[in-house]
């Protein structure tokens, strides 16, 4: 008998973690397995940030110094991220960079279940040097690492551009030493205790990152209960003959 087309139920998973620990990278692979938007705050604010405006230029004032924005100001961003996604029919998110402060994941518990939220960790040397070789295609958007970055026993390998990105390499203003630290301080302050947060509800899940994408995305898929559903996946959609062309 053909099998019943799997009835999507909605899922809505958050992704925490310091800066650079991967929540773009595995949460732009998590959407494609799970059909489901990747919603990251910081792309929505970048874009915002690109438009000319006095709002932009403060905008681009606080990022730059590794701040957070005011919650009103990222919750309106994401809001009409997320209505525009219920109206074409989304399933559900990963929502990358939100919640960053408790009120802003008390609101979002307003208007959504959230069923887990995933906390990326790993050790703040790492982080530093990653997002120091952090680098952005200007015309795709897609993120690499230009720096193979080894702490200690932790080794992550580079994640270099493709031919048609490489000219096009651009660095993100608040990729700098400085910002960079002032945003490990903020989210101590403000972010951890999200943490905290969905650990009270029961839908914490702490997920080490402790070498490569490649290596860790099966152990991503382990800690979710999510490997059947790769192997459904890999069944339905065979790996692309030639490579992706990004630009
Ligand atoms: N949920 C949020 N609340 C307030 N500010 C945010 C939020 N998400 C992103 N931002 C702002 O956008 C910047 C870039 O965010 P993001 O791309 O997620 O960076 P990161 O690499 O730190 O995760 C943050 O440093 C902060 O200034």
Redesign the pocket.
Known sequence: MEEEPRKQRELNLVLLGR??AG?GTFGIKLAALLDVPHI???DL?REEMKKVSSMSRRIAE??SK????GDEE?FELLHSRLQAGAARGDKGFIL?????TVN?AIVLDKIADVHVAVNFAQEREVLIQKCLGRRVCGECGRVFSMADVSVGDLRMPAIPPPIQCLDKMVTRK?DSEQSIQK?LQVYDEESKPVEDFYRKQGKLVNFDVRGGVSESWPKLLQALNLVEEQQRSSARTPPPAIPTVWC
Do not use: A, M
């Open positions: 800066p650079g929540k990251s705050t910081g604010i606080v990022v590794g701040k957070l924005l990222v990358d960079g939100f919640p960053r802003q608040d945003r």
